[in-house]
């Protein structure tokens, strides 16, 4: 082992006992942002960057469970992803596939993982569709880390589709218009959101530098700590991973107050 690499084992072992498992989110958001550019950088072709970054998601999973965190949501898919050339998104779609399949057999520990879909499945190929509804079914009774995968993702849309939801509901229980303006308030959209019945996100990741939320959990992000990292998605790291931690754990978080 090289030096560099002995004294980064010990600075990431020794941030790792500093962390207080009360300090510790409930809930972490990440923007897998990178898989491109590590692959231009790497002279590799775009479809081995996002299968790279495929396999980080699980080492990451690991890490989660390691910590004991119960929910992730890892941003994966955007709607707008969906508008890249035929011969990026084909392959991206398989890679995704082959991961989902992966997380519904659960981590190779052993660690079970409960996925869920965040995102308008009738948007998506009809078959990786299926194969997120499948998989949703199979894993939900799992007790291991909760796992929303956000693919076909958008946060307007979101949003958009949850006052949708409040409004067929409100039609179907005969209300008024004056009724349904009355009856609407945060509750009566985040009772209808994706993430609905979890934990808003204490901390939202993104990696590869950017400095932006590019639509990800718009509502539940409104209290949440944010965290960028320079490292692309396929290069990030335990360290990085613990890092982003210890600086959660060293905000004082008001909540607005």
Not at 29 to 55: C, I, M, P
Not at 66 to 88: C, D, G, H, Q, W
Not at 129 to 155: C, S
Request: aromatic residues 10%; proline residues 4%; negative net charge.
């Amino acid at each position: 082992m090289r030096v560099p690499d002995v004294v980064y084992r010990f600075y990431e072992r020794r941030l790792a006992r500093s962390l207080q498992s009360d300090q510790l989110p409930n809930h972490i958001g990440v923007v897998l942002d990178g898989n491109r550019r590590w692959a231009k950088q790497s002279g590799a072709s775009t479809a081995y960057g996002h299968q790279v970054g495929a396999e980080k998601i699980h080492e990451f999973l690991h890490w989660v469970a390691e910590f004991n965190i119960p929910v992730v949501t890892l941003y994966m898919l955007s709607t707008e992803n969906l508008n890249r050339e035929k011969a990026e998104l084909e392959p991206l779609i398989r890679i995704i596939a082959n991961t989902l399949r992966q997380l519904g057999a659960g981590l190779a520990d052993g660690t079970q993982l409960k996925v869920h879909p965040v995102g308008d499945l009738g948007i998506l190929p009809s078959d990786l569709a299926e194969l997120l509804t499948e998989t949703a079914a199979a894993t939900r009774h799992h007790e291991g880390v909760h796992v929303n995968v956000a693919i076909g993702y958008g946060g307007r849309e979101e949003i958009v589709d949850a006052a949708k939801a409040y409004l067929t509901d409100a039609a179907e229980a005969g209300y008024t218009l004056d009724q349904a303006i009355e009856g609407l308030d945060v509750n009566a959209i985040s009772d209808r959101l994706y993430t609905r019945g979890q934990p808003d996100p204490d901390l939202v990741i993104r990696t590869s530098g950017e400095q932006r939320l590019s639509g990800f959990l718009m509502w539940q992000s409104a209290y949440s700590e944010f965290y960028f990292c320079e490292a692309l998605w396929p290069a990030f790291r335990r360290v990085d991973f613990v890092r982003a931690l210890r600086d959660y754990a060293s905000r004082n978080r008001r909540y607005g107050s």
